[in-house]
């Protein structure tokens, strides 16, 4: 059963970071393309990157690009998101994502249960 | 940057009946369209991909169609738990881009 896991939301203050972790289990980490989505409260969904298989490639979303990196450790099975220059903007539930093929996918068949981050003074 | 469009925002149906969603894109995304539900408190889980192929354990009442810039989900007989958030989503492979659209809420008349 493919399960994914989300930790290291919280409240950071403006300007500060943070970095998310999501651990997978249940299928063979490495082969797969990961991504990140998140929503704002009340809102709807948006995509904010996406990391291939071997980590070499990745893509961004405009509104986070030179400030979020997404990364992944395949011995671990963890994808990760450094997020830094978090403003208000930023403040959403963070889901990790597994893509069904590649890199290039084109949709998400699996998601993790989020985890929120705020972003406040 | 390919816009996605869904109608109607808010959709009031009874159970039994039948719900029909739609989505348009602001240029054409082929058959890469994918429907997800989404209840309170939870992750979206995927519906349709390709446009058109149910996903895993999704039931037969979900449908999806069309291609290019119109696509239609239908719930042919609602059931209780049918009650959520639907999003359509388009895929654009370079630069590697997805786009949701606004949702659609399918809530009990």
């Known amino acids: 059963e493919v399960q994914l896991v989300e930790s290291g939301g919280g409240l950071v203050q403006p300007g500060g970071s943070l970095r998310l972790s999501c651990a997978a289990s249940?299928?063979?980490?490495?082969?797969?393309?990961m991504s990140w989505v998140r929503q704002a409260p009340g809102k709807g969904l948006e995509w904010v990157s996406t990391?291939?298989?071997?980590?070499?490639?990745?893509y961004y979303a405009d509104s986070v690009k030179g400030r979020f990196t997404i990364s992944r450790d395949n011995s671990k099975n963890t994808l990760y998101l450094q997020m830094n220059s978090l403003t208000a903007e930023d403040t959403a539930v963070y889901y990790c994502?597994?893509?069904?093929?590649?890199?290039?996918?084109?949709?998400?068949?699996?998601w993790g249960q989020g985890t929120l981050v705020t972003v406040s003074s | 940057e390919t816009v996605m469009t869904q109608s109607p925002a808010t959709l009031s149906v009874s159970p039994g009946e039948r719900a029909t969603l739609s989505c348009r894109a602001s240029?054409?995304?082929?058959?890469?369209l994918a429907w997800y539900q989404q209840k309170p408190g939870q992750a979206p889980r995927l519906l349709i991909y390709?446009?058109?192929t149910r996903a895993t354990g999704i039931p037969a009442r979900f449908s999806g169609s069309g291609s290019g810039t119109e696509f239609t989900l239908t719930i042919s007989s609602l059931q209780s738990e049918d009650f959520a958030v639907y999003y359509c989503?388009?895929?654009?492979?370079?630069?590697?881009?997805?786009?949701f659209g606004q949702g659609t809420k399918l809530e009990i008349k």
């Open positions: 240029q054409s995304v082929r058959s890469n």
């Open positions: 989503q388009q895929y654009h492979n370079w630069p590697l881009m997805y786009t």
């Open positions: 990391i291939g298989g071997g980590g070499a490639s990745s």
């Open positions: 994502a597994k893509d069904p093929y590649g890199l290039g996918s084109p949709h998400f068949d699996y």
């Open positions: 390709g446009a058109s």
């Open positions: 249940g299928f063979t980490f490495s082969i797969y393309a």
